[in-house]
């Protein structure tokens, strides 16, 4: 038997590591308080490399943070594509519905 270093993750595919990243990405802004995770990593039938779908739940965060979150991501370690979503500008109802149903709230900012 072969030992191989594995690399664990969890439900949603993701690694420690990949946690890490993304809580610190989104920690740099403060207007943050809430993200939700979506698309077939919340409902366990991703694939390997499966992009990252994060909505971003608070009503009132700027487009630009949005952009500046992307540029963030695209620069990161993480072995994926993140889509983001600022949900409370999302026009298509279904994906609205979708995130309602399937979103897994995992970031939520402690108050101070």
């Known amino acids: 038997m072969s030992s191989q270093n594995l ?4 439900r949603f595919g993701l690694t420690k590591r990949d946690w890490d990243t993304i809580i610190n990405i989104i920690k740099k802004y403060p207007t943050i308080k809430q993200v939700s995770l979506f698309g077939s990593r919340a ?5 390997k490399g499966s992009d990252i779908d994060l909505a971003f739940m608070d009503k009132n965060i700027e487009n630009k ?5 992307k540029i963030d991501f695209e620069e990161s370690s993480l072995p994926y594509n993140v889509d983001l979503v600022n ?3 999302l026009d298509h109802r279904e994906l609205k519905e979708h995130i309602d149903r399937i979103g897994t709230m995992f970031y939520i900012r402690e108050k101070k």
């Open 7 to 10: 690399i664990e993750t969890d």
């Open 43 to 47: 409902k366990g039938n991703y694939k």
């Open 65 to 69: 943070i949005i952009d500046k979150l």
């Open 87 to 89: 949900y409370h500008c």
